[in-house]
Each structure stands twice: as C-alpha cells, then as structure tokens.
C-alpha cells in the first residue's frame, strides 16, 4: 500500500524538524489538506470560524530590489486593495484529521521500520520514524514533478530560466569584460561605441558617461544577479554550455542526506557518527535507484561537512527549475525580467 494515513497533529509536531532539516513548507501538501478539508466539511464551515483563518492574496507578489530606473515597481500597475479569501489548509492543520500521503514504493513503511530496527533506533522513533516517512513522500512528489511550494511557477518562469537568463548572462560577461593598457598598466572599460543592428536598421551609440552600459549593469544586477566575472562564466559553462541532461550532484540526494544525518543527530539515540551516516546511507538507499549517488561512508562524511562549511540551508525547487539559478535581488515570481 503506497498511501499512508498521517494524522495531522502528527504533522504539525514536526513540522518545525522538517523545516529545519529538509526545506519543508506547507504548501507542499496543499492539495491534500484542502482534500481532507473538503470531504470533511462537504458543506463548508461558519463565516465566524472561516474569518479567524483568511488569507491574504494581491495581483504583485514579492518584490524586487528598488534601485534603479530599471525596477518594475516603477511602471507596474498597482493594486488599489488587497483580497483576502478562507484558507482551508491553514484551517483543517489546526484539526484533528488525517491526511493521505503517498510514498515512494508500496513496502516503504516495512523497509523505515526494519532500517530503524537494524540501527537499534527506538528513543525517539516516532520523531524519526514519521519524519523520514513525510519526507519520502515529499520525494515522491518531487520524482513526479508535483513538488510546489510557496515560489510559484509563472508563464515566464521557464523562458527566464532556459532563454533570457542564459542572454543576461552573456550580456554581464561583455559588459565587464575589461581589455588591459601596457601603457597605462591598468585595465580600461571598453564600450565605446555600440553598435546595435535588428535586422532592419543599424546604429552606433558613442554610450557618452557610459549611460547605457551603466543602466545595463544596474538592470542586471536586480534581474541577474551574479557577483563576479568568474561567476556568470562558471554559470554558463556549467548550465548552459552543453545540454547534458540533470546534473550528477543532484540537489534532491543533498538536501536529503544532510536533512537526515542532521535530524539523527539531533534526536536519534544513536550515539556515533559513523553509525549516524550509515543510517544516513541507508536511508538513501530505500529513496534513490542504486547508483544514483555515492554511498562510500567518508565521501558521504566529507560531502556533509562541505555543505556545513558552505551554510547551507535545504531548499526545495521544483523539479522543471532546480537546475537553474534566480536573481537573489530579485524574489518576484512574476517580474522576472
């Protein structure tokens, strides 16, 4: 049986261990907690009730950086209100319900219990043991590109990602792609003049004051968003120079290997590093097809304290985006260019 009944106090107890170690939201279970709500409430709840869990919604989400000329909130249309709705999710997670998740393989529940017995896990199974079940069925979400959290994916999600950033890109290289004077032993700017041509018309800019290379660095570093030179080359080499399919470090095994090694730390019983990442691996094993990912103990111990090194933080993305990068100035979902 591959769905399990989880109920939702359950999910609401650790829901704070699943944010801290594995990215997890509540939006991830949208669905299934507006399901629940709707077979149990088939003819909804009392406008009393409904005004003590109301959401906000308006037309412009987050926004991106104001600095500049180029900054969208300068000529996008304002909302004059905004809408608030009934959140059934927010209200059924404060019930005593059950949701159905669906895991991995049909014997998965089997194969968490005998992987918790082997490593004499039985302190505080329950914390584990439920944890690392809502996580394989966030996997699964994930595998099936079902996976979505509060970032939404817009209409211009995709072409930003896979057409216009790869064009920014090479654009921020140009733009600060500096030639080298012997005689003055420095390097100089190079734009001047431009010449652009669309096919029909050309024209050569003098680019006076460099007013249109420096209105181009400040729209790009909003809707870019890359530090360095080195790092939009390293960028398009590494995403858009050849289309070798998924990349070998996969985000998924990562957040997953450092979610589970950090949440054994922390409450599991078991008292050794080492038996800690064995678990760790052996967990893996039961999500991810063999061969998919390194199972060697001390690459698997290097590769967690690289990743502890480097601050890093599980971040879910969707399945269609996890490949690419977004503009850290930029946290709109709509504006993205």
């Known amino acids: 049986m591959r769905d399990y ?29 507006s399901a629940t709500y709707y077979h149990e409430y088939p003819n909804g709840i009392s406008e009393d009730i409904c005004k003590n869990y109301m959401t906000d919604y308006s037309f412009l989400n987050t926004i991106a950086v104001d600095n500049g000329v180029f900054d969208y909130k300068r000529y996008a249309p304002k909302s004059t209100s905004i809408s608030k709705a009934f959140n059934p999710s927010s209200f059924i997670m404060d019930s005593e319900h059950n949701i159905l998740i669906t ?126 030179l080195e790092e939009a080359q390293q960028e398009l080499k590494e995403v858009y120079s050849q289309k070798k399919g998924r990349k070998a470090n996969n985000a998924a095994h990562n957040l997953i290997m450092y979610g589970t090694f950090h949440l054994l730390q922390r409450y599991s019983s078991i008292k050794t590093k080492s038996e800690q990442i064995r678990m760790t691996l052996g967990y893996m094993e039961l999500l991810f097809e063999a061969g998919s990912f390194n199972n060697d103990e001390n690459y698997t111990n290097a590769a967690i304290a690289y990743l502890v090194k480097q601050g890093y933080k599980p971040q879910w993305k969707t399945k269609q985006t996890e490949d690419y990068n ?6 709109s979902t709509e504006h993205l260019w």
């Open 5 to 33: 009944i989880l109920p939702i106090p359950e999910l609401k107890k650790i829901e704070p261990i699943l944010t801290e170690y594995f990215g997890y939201k509540r939006a991830m279970f949208e669905n299934e907690l």
């Open 103 to 228: 895991l991995p393989s049909n014997n998965m529940l089997e194969r968490l219990i005998d992987l918790l017995q082997k490593h004499g896990e039985t302190d505080n199974d329950s914390v584990i043991g439920i944890s690392l079940l809502v996580v394989a069925a966030i996997y699964e979400k994930y595998k099936n590109g079902e996976l979505y959290t509060e970032v939404t994916i817009s209409e211009n999600t995709l072409p930003y990602l896979e057409q216009v950033r790869p064009e920014m890109l090479e654009l921020y290289e140009l733009l600060n792609t500096k030639r080298y004077s012997p005689s003055k032993k420095k390097e100089l700017r190079v734009f001047s003049p431009i010449t652009i041509d669309n096919g029909v018309k050309k024209i050569t800019l003098d680019n006076s004051c460099y007013w249109l290379t420096d209105l181009l660095d400040n729209y790009l570093h909003i809707y870019l968003g890359v530090n360095s």
């Open 326 to 331: 977004f503009s850290p100035n930029n946290q």
